[in-house]
Structures are given as C-alpha cells and as structure tokens.
C-alpha cells in the first residue's frame, strides 16, 4: 500500500514538471526577423510596451501579452498632381515610395504605441496622408529648375522632409523613385526646347570655328606650297646658272685646245644660251603663275573665312533673339490668359457664395415660419395672423400716413339744437370713426385678431335706419 502511494505521487510530480515546462516552453516567444515582438501589459521601467526585433523574451501569463508588427515593406503609389511650386505653377509629380516599420529602439516603441493592431492598408493609409502632405510641401519650397534639373537635391529634400514626419509613427522611408515631372503650362517642355536651341546654335558656332580653321589652314598649306615652289625655281635657277657655268669654262677650255674648231663651238655655245634662255623664262613663267594661283587660293580663303566669322556674329545672335522674343510672348499670352482664368474663378466663388448666403436666409426664414406653424398647432391661419399683429403698427402707420395730408378747405354743418348732443359733437364723432380701426385692417388683410384683441359690435337696424334719416335732412 505504501508503495503504490509512492509511486503515485512520483507519477504525480513528473506529470506536473512536465506540464509546467510545457507551459514555460509555450510563454517563450520568439521573433522571427521579418517581424518585431511587442510585449505589454506591466513591463519594468513604467514603459507601456517592450519591442525586440530578433531573439525572444519571456511573457508572463494573466499580466502580461503580447503581439507582432510585420517588417515586410509597402509600396505606395502617389499620383501628386497640380502641386505649386514656389513660382506658382502646379506641377504633376507621380512618384512611388517604398516604406517599412523601423527597427531602431524609439522608432519600434513609435509604432507599438501607434501602429499596434492596425491593418496593412490602415498604416498605408496613414503613410499616404503623410507622404501626400510632406511632397506637396516638398515642391512648393523649390523652383521648377531646381525641381527638373537638380532630381538628386529634390529627392534629398523629399526623404528629408518625409523621414521625420514617418518616423513620429514609428515607419521608415526605404526608397523613393519619381518617375515624370510633367506641368500643365508646358514650362518644363519650353525649358527643354530652350536647351535643344541653345545645344544646337553651340553646334553651329562649333561647326562654323571648325570651318575657320580648316579654311585658314588650307590657306596656309597653300601658301607653303607657293613658298616652296618658289624655293623649287630659285634652285633651278642656280643649278642652271651653274651648269652655264660650267659649260661656258669647258667651252673656253675647248677653244683653247682647238682653235680650227672654233666656229663649231661658237655655233654650239649660241644654241646652248638659247637654249639657256628658254629654260630660264620657262621657269619664271611657271614660278610666276605658281605664285598668282597660290595668291588666288589665299584670297579665297580668307572670303571663306570672313563669311562664317560674319554668320557666326551677326546671323546665329539675331536668330537667337528671335527664338526669345518667340517664348517672351508665348509665356505672356500665358499669363494673360492664366490671369484672366483667375479673375472668372474669383467672380465665380463670389456668386458663388452670394448665392449660398440668400439660400441660408431662405432656410432660416422657412425653418423659422414652420417652427412658427409648429408653435400655432399646426393652424397656418393662425401663425399668418401672428406675422399680421406683429405688422400692425407698421400698417396703421402707413394708413395714417396716407391720409394725414388730406387738406379740408371747408366744413359746414347744421346743428340740430335737439336732444343731449349737438350735432357738431355728433359729427366729429363719426368722422373719427371714418378712420379705418384696427380690426377694419385686419379684415382687409384677411384674418381674424384674436379675442384678447375685443371684437367690432355689428350696427343695428334701428341705428342705421336714423343715420339714414339724418342724411336725408341733410340732403
């Protein structure tokens, strides 16, 4: 018996040491590397959450729990259009961003605190809101140029800008790409086509200097080919100056050796200076013509060049200018025209909310006549009678008015001696009641005052029958 105890409680215990390092095992969690680990609940240091990216960490039952923020990066598409710049024209910047939860300590406790439970296009939606506002910002500090043409500024000033904004939520921007800045005025496209002119108007001055001096150069090669033909028939000139000479000691050698054959050596050295003379003028003429070619050939070389110098200075310039005056009045005709679009808009926002102010009046003035309505029990007569009363005295002032100037020139009366009252007294009587009393008004108007207000007595027959009668003794 006592055996079987024993053994029951050691099953016992290995039953409960298993269960309890099961459940210890099952309290440890690990974090992967593409997600950060958030424990919370009561944690040491009176923080609110405690974040590891990597590792593990031990989250204790009933106080403590915890979740997982996903690293994988989103890619948001913003389509900015119509953003102005800081000249004012509204500029198309498409770009993409690229954005992920940081895994720096404050950034992670930043998005525990705020991105904690939130859904995937929940935190792409805030990003965007973000990104959206910081771009529009971004673009109105800088001019289109610095926008265009300096993309490596533009995009420091964008990730500058949406970094710290992006971090305050606990995310990071990992990359941003702008694929095509367009504007709506076509400034950038002018700017472009200013570029292409000015490229190719460099090309031409390029062309027109390569020209110069390909022209001046032929004009010098040619001269050194004048200089050495010259050169070539001055040596000609001494060898055959030479060779007489030679020839002429021979012959005087010769005569001296042979005196019978004097005469033949006479004749020979006759037809040898002839021969001498053709070849000396042959040679001046061609060394003479060589000389007026190369002369020609520099003459026209430098026309040539006084050409080009003369279209490079004065042609391409004026060409230029043109082009200028060209955009000049294109983008003022621009402005014009954007100017008169603002006027039109702002006319249009002024009627605009003339007439959102009289459609407020009549809304007040409706709700007003139906609480009045409300008030009256749903009696409409009655609620017309109240806006009546109200008016009264306005219409018994206009009434008066209207016959106040009356002018009487002259009244004659008969005074009947009989009776209590004399006719004067009875007269002035009923001319007051000539004038039109309240309740006679009010039957104009088409409604009845209230009883409060008392009631008009109708006349009897008896007293209409004696007015009668003393209008005819009148008569």
């Keep these: 018996m006592g055996f079987n105890f024993t053994l029951v409680a050691v099953i016992f215990l290995a039953v409960f040491l298993f269960i309890l390092i099961v459940f210890i095992a099952s309290r440890y969690k690990r974090c992967a590397s593409n997600r950060v680990l958030v424990v919370f609940g009561k944690i040491s ?3 609110s959450a405690r974040c590891l990216h990597g590792g593990g960490a031990f989250v204790w039952p009933l106080i403590q729990d915890y979740c997982y923020l996903d690293l994988t990066p989103m890619t948001i598409n913003i389509p900015l259009k119509g953003a102005l710049s800081q000249q004012n024209i509204r500029v198309n910047v498409p770009s993409t961003f690229t954005v992920a939860i940081a895994t720096e300590e404050s950034s992670m406790n930043s998005a525990a605190v705020r991105l904690l439970g939130l859904e995937n296009k929940d935190i792409e939606s805030m990003a965007t809101e973000i990104i959206l506002g910081q771009l529009r910002l971004t673009v109105a500090s800088l001019t289109i140029e610095q926008i265009n043409q300096d993309r490596e500024r533009f995009l420091e000033s964008i990730r500058k800008n949406i970094d710290i904004e992006l971090d305050k939520i606990g995310l990071c921007l990992i990359n941003v790409n702008v694929t095509d800045i367009t504007d709506e005025s076509g400034y950038i496209e002018s700017i472009g086509k200013k570029a292409a002119l000015t490229a190719i108007n460099q090309a031409k001055v390029d062309v027109a200097e390569q020209d110069k001096r390909g ?6 090669a040619k001269k050194d080919q004048q200089v050495q033909v010259a050169q070539f028939a001055k040596d000609q000139q001494v060898q055959v100056a030479e060779f007489n000479k030679e020839q002429r000691i021979q012959i005087a050698d010769y005569n001296a050796r042979a005196v019978e054959g004097e005469n033949k050596s006479k004749a020979e050295i006759a037809s040898s200076a002839a021969t001498l003379a053709e070849r000396e003028a042959e040679a001046a003429r061609r060394g003479e013509v060589a000389h007026q070619e190369a002369e020609a050939d520099i003459q026209k070389a430098k026309a040539f060049s006084e050409q080009r110098r003369l279209e490079a200075e004065e042609v391409v310039p004026r060409e230029i200018e043109k082009r200028k005056i060209e955009i000049d009045a294109a983008a003022h005709a621009e402005q014009k025209r954007r100017l008169a679009q603002g006027d039109a808009d702002a ?6 909310a003339e007439a959102e102010g009289i459609k407020k009046v ?18 409409a007569k ?10 009264l005295e306005e219409i018994v002032k206009m009434q008066t008015e209207a016959i106040k100037n009356i002018k009487i020139d002259k009244i004659t009366v008969w005074d009947n001696p009989s009776g209590d009252q004399s006719s004067t007294a009875n007269f002035m009587r009923n001319l007051v009641k000539t004038l039109p009393p309240l309740h006679d008004i009010a039957q ?4 009845d005052l209230p009883h409060f207000l008392g009631s008009v007595e109708k006349e009897v027959p008896e007293e209409r029958d004696s007015v009668l009668r003393t209008g005819e003794k009148l008569s």
């Design 45 to 47: 240091g009176g923080r």
């Design 215 to 220: 022209a001046i150069g032929e004009a010098e």
């Design 347 to 352: 006319i249009l926002l002024v009627r605009s």
């Design 362 to 379: 009549l809304e007040a003035k409706a709700l007003g006549y139906q609480t009045l309505i409300k008030a009256a029990n749903s009696d």
């Design 382 to 391: 009655s609620a017309a009678t109240l806006l009546i009363v109200e008016k």
């Design 444 to 447: 104009q108007a088409g409604i």
